[in-house]
């Protein structure tokens, strides 16, 4: 039987590096990231890390520091970020038989007897020299027996230069060597919470957890905790998932650039979100059962009162037909919206999935609409908009949509939009 091999694979400051793929003069310039309507800072490039910004730090308090040396900052571009991905994980899957996507700028590769055919650290190098050549985006590689070590691995080749970006984890020497120089909250998994009740059993490095005994860890924790400590000795508990797990409830909300204090700006608001949530919904191949609206103030404005509500229905069947969440979301509003107030962000959630055709309707369910035409009208309209954004959409979401976030320091989409690729000069 073939012994696991994991590599992670992590892109190194991946949104402020997409943004400077684009713009070389930013080469050693620092660069900071926004959170939604500019709020915060999301990501920082290796130079704006040096001077001190910290990572989710309102930009009010950072303004100084940002003026003072010059930091670039740009809105978040997701659209930007999305494609990049995707390019950095079809390339992982060329260089792999088998890769999981496990966010936006991470995957774990399986090595798996690979080690009998290839040097794993020279291997490790063809993966950061190839993304680099193909993508123009740096990444690090961690390698080890396990998932959890691998992250260890890799987060060993970020912090030290002298690794080249990479780090072979294999040794179970080098395993101890580094577990003994991490603190306990650097292992994955160990949150703050549990990491003060560890330290309180004096457990206050990675190999301290490795060395405590399993069956006392899963007593006072979990056994989630004590598959970590397992994994910490080179145990593989946690396997690869090439297929991502199916989505128990899907969200789509945002904080809008300006308060709402019109009703029919938060019916285009709310209808707005019910079509991203239906266009997930469909992409996962589910319908779901449960919708929920909610809206609220802002809990940190001394100038708006507080107030939020939400509300939630359970269709007579499970759908994935934006035309029948609209008209519930509409519904919903209704009784929840309050004249006076300064609304800041508004949702909605979609719960209670079923694969399409297998729910069970009762005896007295209302006769289906056509569900067939339904589908293949969704589906035309995903098409349409695939190929050019905001091709088909429904009147409700309107045209101007002055409510929409704040993002005054938008880059242009270099890769998705052809009106604004990048031209060389």
């Known amino acids: 039987m073939t012994t696991p091999l994991f590599a992670l694979v992590d892109c190194n400051n991946f949104y402020a590096s997409c943004e400077k793929l684009f713009r070389p003069d930013l080469a050693h310039t620092p660069v900071v990231?926004?959170?939604?309507?500019?709020?915060?800072?999301?990501?920082?490039?290796?130079?704006?890390?040096?001077l001190g910004v910290k990572m989710g730090v309102p930009v009010?308090?950072?303004?100084?520091?940002?003026?003072?040396?010059?930091v670039v900052a740009f809105s978040s571009n997701y659209a930007l970020y999305a494609d990049m991905s995707q390019r950095v994980m079809s390339t992982l899957e060329s260089l792999a038989p088998?890769?999981?996507?496990?966010?936006?700028?991470?995957?774990?590769?399986?090595?798996?007897?690979?080690?009998?055919?290839?040097?794993?650290t020279e291997f490790g190098f063809t993966i950061r020299k190839t993304i680099l050549k193909w993508i123009g985006i740096t990444v690090c590689v961690g390698i080890a027996p396990t998932k959890t070590?691998?992250?260890?691995?890799?987060?060993?080749?970020?912090?030290?230069?002298k690794?080249?970006?990479?780090?072979?984890?294999?040794?179970?020497?080098?395993?101890?060597k580094l577990l003994a120089l991490l603190p306990v909250d650097e292992v994955w998994g160990i949150g703050g919470k549990l990491t003060k009740r560890l330290q309180a059993l004096g457990i206050h490095t990675a190999l301290q957890l490795a060395d405590a005994d399993p069956r006392f860890i899963r007593q006072q924790f979990s056994v989630v905790v004590e598959r970590t400590v397992r994994e910490l000795n080179g145990e593989s508990c946690i396997a690869l998932e090439e297929m991502a797990p199916t989505k128990k409830q899907i969200v789509s909300s945002r904080a809008f650039g300006e308060r709402i204090t019109d009703k029919q700006e938060m019916r285009e608001a709310i209808s707005e979100y019910i079509s991203r949530a239906c266009k997930k919904l469909r992409q996962e191949g589910q319908d779901a059962k449960h919708l929920t609206v909610f809206l609220r103030t802002s809990p940190f404005s001394d100038k708006d009162a507080p107030y939020s509500a939400s509300r939630s229905v359970e269709l007579d069947r499970p759908s994935s037909d934006t035309r029948v969440f609209l008209t519930h979301a509409m519904q919903l509003l209704d009784k929840i919206w309050v004249n006076g107030y300064r609304y800041a962000k508004?949702?909605?959630?979609?719960?209670d999935f079923y694969d399409p055709g297998i729910y069970q309707p009762s005896l007295f369910d209302m006769p289906a609409e056509d569900d067939e035409s339904a589908h293949r009208l969704m589906q035309l309209m995903d098409q349409l908009n695939s190929k050019h954004a905001k091709t088909v959409w429904f009147a409700g979401q309107g045209i101007s949509q002055s409510w929409g976030m704040k993002r005054e320091a938008l880059s242009p989409a270099y890769t998705t939009n052809w009106q604004q690729l990048p031209v060389a000069r």
């Open 33 to 50: 990231v926004l959170s939604n309507n500019d709020g915060c800072v999301v990501a920082r490039s290796r130079e704006a890390k040096k």
């Open 60 to 70: 009010f308090q950072a303004r100084e520091l940002i003026q003072k040396h010059g």
């Open 98 to 120: 088998r890769v999981e996507v496990y966010s936006i700028d991470e995957a774990f590769l399986d090595l798996s007897g690979m080690e009998n055919t290839h040097d794993l």
């Open 149 to 161: 070590l691998a992250k260890l691995a890799n987060h060993a080749a970020k912090t030290w230069q």
């Open 163 to 176: 690794t080249g970006g990479v780090v072979d984890l294999t040794c179970k020497a080098r395993q101890r």
């Open 346 to 351: 508004a949702g909605v959630m979609l719960s």
